[in-house]
């Protein structure tokens, strides 16, 4: 009879106070300072045969350069094979600011690294590495539940105006999830002690705007910490450790957004939600399997946009330049049409340079090659998608009726960009224009998933 060990870790990430932070274009300064610890933490899974590790690293993304360097190295110090490592980051907006799909070389010019810290970028994957190590270095036997409630801080973000455009502002009569679900690993033995409590939600980690210049996990940090509050009420020296991974949430902002004051209050909110859940979950089998799923997309054809917006801008260029002394409001507005022409050539234009450097990515077939990481454990799976995917298409992989609950885990192992539903790009807005890869690619995701939840639900020898 298979039984069930866990362990789980923390390890604080440090990053230097007076870089630039990442998540929001128009934030002015640096780093001013630490509200909050940002961390990794690990939790690492066995069932004495097959081990697992899920990471929740609380930063903006990380791509799959540095998602598969990392779990190579897991793999190499503990044993847990590499493809059943999930890398997730939490995608607070008030983290620092690095490359997030290459870790740099000793040999990086320190030209390239305005605003950012080489050093410390070049020790994340280790600190990454040394909390899953110390997780499964604290395997001891478990018992996992898993339970769900109901929060309501995530709305749709996506506001179709009269004019038919999208506007990047709150919709609360749009699609949203407001299941919060959790997975709490107990010891077997005494009086079931918490080892971890992992809790997934879809939610943008956005409470606080571009005028933070504090690092902060944002609302999941102050959910994580009532938890581990609550959790080791009972006995303060025990330290049971809250992982929060983040959902579908593309296109899902919280409600109410501003201040610290509010980011405690909701996530106190979504701890109390959390216990509540598992005070009367049910124990799960101790069933652990995982499997990798390949990923191949079309990226959208960028070459019609290229030339409109190249077009634009040659237009308000040549109109500024015959204009140029008129002097006033006109030459002001002129300029003013002159930027947002820049500022849409350059969204293209980066999309474009990072399709023709990104190793992922096939150019002549017009691809882009990612994966998916999947997790179960007994009658709960957890689907790490490699990027930011919109919830409906996230309620349709949690709607599968193969097991008591789904967990869709957004921001792991990848970031391949925005996966839009088909009716988005028909719609357009900040999504679907800053998304990579073309329509049908997040319908895809949803049947190759839940293609791979039949397989392990019915697949009991499966695989690793």
């Not at 801080?153 to 999208?166: E, K």
């Not at 919060?180 to 107990?186: E, I, Q, S």
């Not at 970031?415 to 839009?420: I, M, Q, R, S």
Request: glycine share 8%; with cysteine.
């Amino acid at each position: 009879m298979a039984h069930l060990f866990a362990g789980a870790s923390r390890l604080k990430l440090d990053p230097p106070i007076g870089i630039a932070m990442a998540g929001y274009g128009r934030r002015v300064g640096r780093s001013h300072g630490i509200h909050d610890d940002l961390a990794a933490q690990a939790i690492v899974l066995s069932d004495g045969v097959r081990k697992a590790a899920i990471v929740s690293v609380d930063v903006l993304a990380m791509g799959v350069r540095i998602c598969d360097a990392i779990a190579a190295r897991i793999e190499a110090e503990t044993g847990i094979a590499a493809q059943a490592v999930m890398v997730c980051a939490t995608h607070t907006h008030s983290g620092p600011h690095f490359n997030i799909f290459s870790t740099p070389s000793t040999a990086h010019p320190p030209a390239a690294a305005v605003d950012r810290d080489l050093a410390w970028e070049r020790s994340l994957p280790d600190r990454i590495v040394a909390a899953v190590a110390d997780a499964a270095r604290t395997m001891r036997p478990a018992i996992a539940r898993a339970g769900a409630g109901r929060f309501g801080l995530g709305t749709n973000r996506r506001l179709l105006r009269a004019d038919g455009s999208i506007q990047l502002a709150p919709n609360h009569a749009g699609v949203a999830d407001n299941e919060l679900l959790a997975l709490g690993l107990y010891e077997a033995g005494g009086d079931h002690q918490p080892i971890a409590i992992l809790f997934n939600y879809p939610c943008h980690g956005v409470v606080l705007c571009e005028d933070n210049l504090l690092y902060s996990r944002d609302w999941p940090g102050f959910a994580a910490d009532a938890i581990e509050r609550m959790a080791n009420a009972r006995n303060p020296a025990h330290r049971a450790i809250a992982v929060f991974t983040q959902g579908s949430c593309g296109n899902i902002d919280p409600r109410s957004r501003g201040n610290f004051e509010i980011a405690k209050r909701e996530g106190t909110a979504a701890a109390s939600t959390v216990m509540r859940a598992l005070d009367s979950a049910a124990p799960l089998s101790p069933v652990l399997r995982t499997t990798r799923v390949p990923l191949t997309m079309k990226l959208r054809d960028l070459s019609a946009s290229l030339s409109v917006a190249r077009a634009n801008v040659a237009q308000t260029e040549a109109s500024l330049r015959n204009h140029r002394e008129a002097g006033g409001h006109h030459e002001k507005r002129l300029r003013d049409q002159h930027r947002r022409s820049m500022e849409e050539l350059a969204v293209v234009e980066a999309l474009d340079a990072a399709n023709r450097r990104d190793k992922r990515v096939d150019l002549q077939a017009g691809e882009l090659a990612t994966h998916m990481t999947i997790v179960r454990v007994g009658e709960i799976a957890m689907v790490g998608i490699p990027g930011e995917l919109f919830v409906e298409l996230g309620l349709a992989i949690k709607a599968n009726p193969l097991f008591r609950h789904t967990m869709v885990v957004g921001y792991c192992n990848d970031l391949a960009g925005y996966f839009p539903t088909r009716e988005a790009y028909r719609l357009g807005g900040y999504e679907v224009e800053t998304s990579r890869v073309a329509a049908g690619s997040g319908e895809r995701i949803v049947q190759e998933a839940l293609g791979a939840l039949e397989e392990l639900a019915g697949d009991e020898a499966g695989q690793t």
